[in-house]
């Protein structure tokens, strides 16, 4: 995909597939952190990050980031016993085990609006 079809708004009020990408790889980034303890929220900014630079290199770098915060949380899980599953990952927060199933969800949901911008 171009970095031009990444930023197009074929649907009036929608996010960009550039867009929804960047708040993918924001929300696998907040789920490390609270794996390492962190439990500071995302930001609206932080949470749907804008594009402000539409050019091919810079959508490169927005995929880049997306598979590097996807390697990093496979090797953060993979220092996670299995026993911590049922436990908050932090206090007042859900479950290892409902926040991943949680983010696999989140995941698969904006994969599906990716899907249907493609077609639009």
């Not at 924001?26 to 050019?55: K, Y």
């Not at 927005?62 to 899980?77: G, N, V, W």
Request: with cysteine; aromatic share 4%.
């Amino acid at each position: 995909m171009t970095a031009e079809k990444a930023a197009a708004r074929p649907l009036a009020r929608v996010h960009t597939i550039w867009e929804i990408v960047l708040h993918i790889a924001a929300t696998q980034e907040l789920v490390i952190r609270r794996l390492q303890g962190d439990s500071t929220p995302l930001s609206p900014e932080q949470d749907w990050p804008s594009v402000a630079d539409t050019g091919e290199e810079e959508w490169l770098s927005s995929l880049t980031a997306l598979k590097r915060s996807y390697s990093e949380l496979c090797q953060a899980l993979s220092q996670v016993s299995d026993s911590l599953l049922d436990r908050a990952i932090l206090p007042e927060h859900s479950s290892l085990y409902v926040t991943l199933h949680g983010l696999v969800q989140h995941n698969l949901y904006h994969a599906g609006q990716i899907a249907l911008l493609k077609k639009a």
